[in-house]
């Protein structure tokens, strides 16, 4: 069996902690190879790699940097096939998602091209008589990421291409249960021309995240994952004196307003539920029908269910794979038990879907008459079990989004422009879409909720992510004027 290595100061290095984690097919539900689980030395060998590499990598021009980003961008296109691949197998999302994610992480890598345009400071001239003023920004030195299963590929390009650009070395500790992909591009950065020791992957668990955590050599840490976690990341990170962003997870809900352009809402819906499984931190888990939009949207979405084709991720005609663990399948599937005993009408229930394979398969769902005192409300389900609240009016919809602890993405779906200003205006969530289910910004903006979805106050990538991975120094600086100078340099002199 295959055992994933770490990738450390440009090498592959086998774990010899003697912990190994099951990495399975979640389509097949095979075991398909182990991940080696990184100790506190491993996870030591590779900070001391980042911070052996940090003077160098600090030191190259801008327009190296640029290049080798560049080169790297056109190395992960190049690929994107390969590591679509390899997602796939150990995540279980279908190709083209695996696809999209990976075109998703591009735009960060693109984004982070143009450093020497973004890492420009500003200057103030004669602030007092002969002083000039001026701001740099700086790397901060040796950053970690902490990533979670859902985006092996894409979450990862969140932080690195920016932290990388901006002059820090980066130790990436990724999901142990999709491992490889990472290690792909850790290959991909070395033949890019990155110096050995700029990109390093340590495998691993809890463990490896404690001793990154403690660790007096890792200036600052971007993580992602749930929100028990981020909350505990954020805490002790910033108690050991850190630089932290800490991102959750989420509750997304999409208002559908009586005058939405239904059948396009109920083809949003079904994609924004669905897709990955519901295995998204932007997929929408509440669709909350105001008035008469309830009965028009629960009919449209039921009659697509039977059309979404759920099979094995490497299967062409697959638009929905398999969760990620029987065990996650299993409590996603708890979902449509206690939403039925607690009051809510199973309108589909996805475990009667019958699969050709014995992974860790459960069809679409949907719950109607959810109410917000039921388990399917009041917890992130993370799986394709999509919930419908009903009110009376838009106001209704708008205090139950500001009630949830959440506030990572929201939608509003209307064909009035009004209604739509009023809730990007109101609504507490860091990313709103209007007639969008999904609104993940695109590179030039930045990622992140609001209240549980994100701990920290820099959101990630975007220009939030150049200014969390660099550290500003102002210079104020006087110089005589030349006539004064003892040494004849050629001015008149001022006497
Ligand atoms: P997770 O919190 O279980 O794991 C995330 C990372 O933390 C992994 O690398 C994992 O190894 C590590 N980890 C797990 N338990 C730990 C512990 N006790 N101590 C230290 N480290 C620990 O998340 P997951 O199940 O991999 O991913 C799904 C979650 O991530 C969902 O809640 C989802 O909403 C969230 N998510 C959020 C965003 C966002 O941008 N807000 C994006 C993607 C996923």
């Known amino acids: 069996m295959n055992t994933i290595e770490h990738y450390i100061d440009g090498a592959f290095v ?6 190994t984690s099951p990495v399975f097919n979640p389509a097949t539900g095979d075991v398909i190879a182990e991940v080696g689980l990184a100790n506190i030395d491993e996870v030591d060998a590779a900070i001391a790699a980042a911070k052996a590499a940090l003077p160098g990598w600090r030191a190259t021009s801008l327009a190296r940097r640029s290049e080798i980003l560049f080169a790297f961008r056109n190395l992960v296109i190049e690929h994107k096939d390969e590591i679509a ?57 040796v950053v970690a990421g902490i990533t979670p299963f859902n985006f092996p590929a ?38 890019a021309g990155l110096p050995a020791g700029v990109f390093n992957v340590v495998q691993g668990d809890r463990v490896a ?42 509750k997304n809900h999409m208002i559908v307003l009586p005058d939405a352009e239904m059948e396009g809402a109920a083809d949003a819906a079904i994609s924004a539920a669905y897709g990955s499984a519901g295995e998204r931190c932007m997929a929408i888990s509440v669709a909350v029908a105001v008035g008469s939009a309830g009965d028009a949207l629960v009919k449209a979405i039921e009659e697509r269910i039977p059309g979404v084709t759920v099979g094995d991720g490497t299967n062409p005609a697959s638009e929905m794979g398999p969760l990620i ?95 739509a200003r009023r809730f990007q205006f109101e609504v507490e969530a860091g990313m709103v879409g209007i007639n969008v289910p999904v609104p993940v910004p695109v590179a030039a903006y930045s990622f992140g909720g609001w209240n549980s979805s994100a701990f920290g106050d820099t959101h990630i990538y975007g220009k939030e992510g150049v200014h969390f991975y660099t550290r500003t120094k102002v210079v104020t600086s006087r110089w005589p004027d030349p006539g004064t100078s003892n040494i004849d340099l050629g001015f008149p002199t001022n006497t």
């Open 85 to 141: 691949a390899a997602l796939t197998a150990e995540h279980g999302k279908v190709l083209s998602d695996s696809a999209g994610e990976i075109q998703r992480g591009i735009e960060n890598i693109e984004f982070a091209c143009g450093i020497p345009e973004l890492l420009k400071g500003s200057f103030s001239e004669q602030v007092s008589t002969g002083i000039d003023v001026f701001e740099i920004r700086q790397p901060v030195g």
């Open 154 to 191: 894409m979450v990862p390009m969140w932080m690195y291409p920016n932290a990388i650009a901006c002059g820090n070395t980066f130790v990436l500790k990724p999901s142990e249960k999709d491992p490889s992909v990472n290690n792909i591009v850790a290959r991909l950065w070395t033949e």
């Open 325 to 419: 663990t029987g065990e996650h399948r299993d409590k996603v599937a708890g979902y449509l038990t206690s939403g039925a005993e607690q009051g809510a009408t199973v309108v589909v229930d996805g475990r009667n879907m019958e699969f050709d394979l014995n992974g860790f398969f459960l069809g679409p769902s949907l719950l109607d008459n959810v109410t917000t005192d039921m388990d399917a409300y009041k917890d992130e389900i993370f799986g394709p079990v999509l919930s419908i609240i009903r009110v009376d009016t838009y106001e209704e919809a708008v205090q139950l989004i500001n009630d949830n602890p959440y506030g990572n993405g929201t939608a509003i779906f209307t064909r009035d422009g009004g209604a």
């Open 14 to 19: 086998a774990s010899t902690s003697g912990n």
């Open 209 to 250: 995240v404690e001793r990154i955590l403690d660790h007096p050599d890792v200036a600052a840490v971007s993580f992602v994952g749930s929100t028990p976690i981020a909350k505990s990341i954020y805490a002790t990170a910033a108690a050991n004196g850190k630089r932290v962003q800490a991102l959750g997870g989420a």
